[in-house]
């Protein structure tokens, strides 16, 4: 099913929660949101789903024009972050009460009820209460409640984000495969860039109401269109620095410099910005070197974030294996100048990093 | 300040009628350092909680013995044991200012007004509260309060130990590294012994010198970061430390080195000929890579995570991940596998086994 925003904004009181927003997601596939929180991610599923109706503008399905009509009349599902589920429900009951309110067949429940159980690994718990269940089981049979309807709209809000991280990494596998079958438009909102890479599909960025950009989910990460998106999509976050150009060189600080790629030294002298991902600046290595003062570095088994200021910003180097600072330490730190993404002072990109695709960026899928 | 020691502590909740008692804590042999940072991570439900509450006092365990130094404390109660605690969600006095709730415990003690006032004063600086004391405690955002809580555990100077069971849960995420670094800087300033219980692997490895790996009611491993990552004693350890997790696979051993579905693997750690039990080999997806040469692979799934890429190979329908450079090509004809030795480790029924094991 086609899902579009038309010139959407939503007010409560004098507050703005979404302003003007144009989106078209993509049918029969996944669409992240993806923000922090207060973003407006829940907001703009409330929306879709009918629960709240736009101040101003209009959503269509299809051919049609929704806006208004009430939730109950679309076909919608929506799960929640936190587990919803019947309590005084056996799992079977909590996965077919959709089915019983649309008048199925106990025969045609029945069938229903086993094939999402198992699609979703939950047969052998089908007798179960759910208070008997782990947190994963949990919500995954809500889910199997959302998905059980055929609903041509899921709208899922952040799932997995109560669960802890192992069963994360375990769904998020499955989520994909469990849709690819069904059809439906599905509309994920997560604050994790890592869970949008992993999950694919289309992405809108957003930012404090407002969607900053929209398309596929590695070309944003790849071609953000102004540095605000680049921010979104990127934990830890991606280190900026305003910098500024002389000649094709370009200075960060007095005592920091190099050379500008050459498409760039064109651009008038000035002020403009930079934006380096957390990987590409390492603890060690050739390239240009920075000074920083560390903060805590942070160990996640396999990697090390290293906080860092450098002059008035916080810095992140996010490198493998398992580095030890102490907090305060003076380190020196380096990146490569070509891994650099540019802005301009009005945020908006101006060049990506030369190992990334170099096609036309005014195409950047910007809405 | 002591150092603390279990001995043989086991604790088994009540059973339902006629049945056996369940351990939700299996033999715990486990010596706290004085002054150490200690995290407690395993998933819910393995213990930890039940472990740090037999420290606290808020549990008896059932057999076993703890020791705060020479002194036995199994049966003290918790307001005898000097012991500060911080929960998961704040514990804090609303309607007090923040200055007053951190000197409630040295007001509870007796101490005088002029000893309370420079010691407050002292915890504010060092959780950046100073500017803050004399508001409400109800007006601050949860990480406020979360440090209240702290700094009420920090503000008397004769605690044993500060136990923290999960204290970032209800943190804004992008909060949660700050308030990390501020423990860190904290535990370096204090030398207070420091037990942290999270699930979460970041927080247990960048806050602990030492992480206590739970699971099942057992201390499955104790280590740094490093040796948790590059040896896991146990195969929960290499499923749960990393992501994604350490690989397994079934083998058999050619003497002493592993066999993966008539594939001659090499390890640094062989083992002897004679292990009886079902014996697997361990690798990390960090240590396999393409190679010319090797184990020949159906490619199964590419996951680009942008800073690298999750690559899913399978061979004889057993699945392998790789994790491979964000800029590398992965070959498209007859792709090709290798462990790196000195990464490949044996285990026989989910234990570690095989040479190295203390290195």
Known sequence: MTIELRDVTFRVGAETHIYETNLVLKPGGFNILLGTTLSGKTTLMRLMAGLEKPTTGEIWTKDRNVTGVAVQKRSVAMVYQAFINYPSFSVYDNIASPLKVAGLSKNAIKEKVHRFADLLKLTPMLNRMPSELSGGQQQRTALARALVKGTELVLLDEPLANLDYKLREELRDDLPKLFADTGATVVYATSEPLEALMLGGHTATLKEGCVVQFGETASIYRKPATLESAEVFSDPPINTAAIEKRGDEAYLGETVSWKLPEKLTFLPDGNYKIGLRPHHLLPEGQGVEVQGIVQIAEISGSDSIIRIDVDDNVWVCETRGIHSYEFGEKARFVFNAGHCMYFGADNRLINIPSSSDQTDITNSGRL | ?359
């Open chain 2, 1 to 359: 300040m002591a150092e603390i020691r279990f001995k043989n502590v086991q604790h088994a909740y009540p059973p339902p009628k006629g049945q056996k008692p369940v351990y939700a804590l299996k033999e715990v042999n486990q010596i706290w350092e004085d002054g150490g940072a200690y995290a407690l991570l395993g998933p819910s439900g393995c213990g930890k909680t039940t472990l740090l509450n037999t420290i606290s006092g808020l549990l008896t365990p059932s057999e076993g013995e703890i020791y705060f130094d020479d002194q036995e404390v199994t049966h003290l109660p918790t307001s005898d044991r000097r012991i500060a605690q911080v929960f998961q969600f704040p514990v804090v006095y609303d309607t007090m200012t923040v200055f007053d709730n951190l000197a409630f415990p040295l007001r509870n003690r007796g101490m005088d007004e002029t000893a309370v006032k420079q010691r407050v004063a002292q915890i504010a600086e060092m959780l950046d509260l100073t500017a803050n004391l004399n508001k409400r405690a109800s007006g601050l955002t949860a990480d406020g309060k979360q440090k209240i809580s702290l700094g009420r555990g920090l503000v008397r100077s004769d605690v044993n130990a500060i136990l923290f069971d999960e204290p970032l849960t209800v943190i804004d995420p992008h909060l949660k590294w700050q308030l990390r670094s501020k423990l860190k800087e904290l535990h370096q300033q204090t030398g207070v012994t420091m037990i942290y219980v999270t699930h979460d692997q970041v927080e247990a490895l960048t806050f602990a010198d030492k992480v206590v790996v739970m699971y099942d009611g057992a201390v499955v491993q104790v280590g740094t970061p490093v040796e948790l990552f590059n040896r896991p004693k146990h195969k929960f350890v290499g499923y749960f430390i990393g992501s994604p997790g350490m690989n397994f696979l079934p083998c058999k051993l050619d003497r002493g080195q592993p066999v993966f579905h008539n594939n001659l693997l090499n390890t640094s750690y062989p083992v002897g000929n004679d292990l009886s039990g079902r014996t697997e080999v361990g690798v990390r997806p960090e240590f396999v890579e393409f190679t010319d040469d090797g184990i020949p692979v159906v490619i199964d799934k590419i996951e680009d995570l942008g800073r690298y890429q999750v690559v899913t190979v399978k061979h004889e329908s057993e699945v392998i991940k790789m994790v491979v450079d964000e800029d590398q090509q992965i070959p498209t004809d007859n792709p090709k596998i290798q462990f790196n030795p000195d990464m490949t480790r044996i285990y026989c029924d989910d234990w570690l086994v095989g040479g190295g094991q203390n290195e």
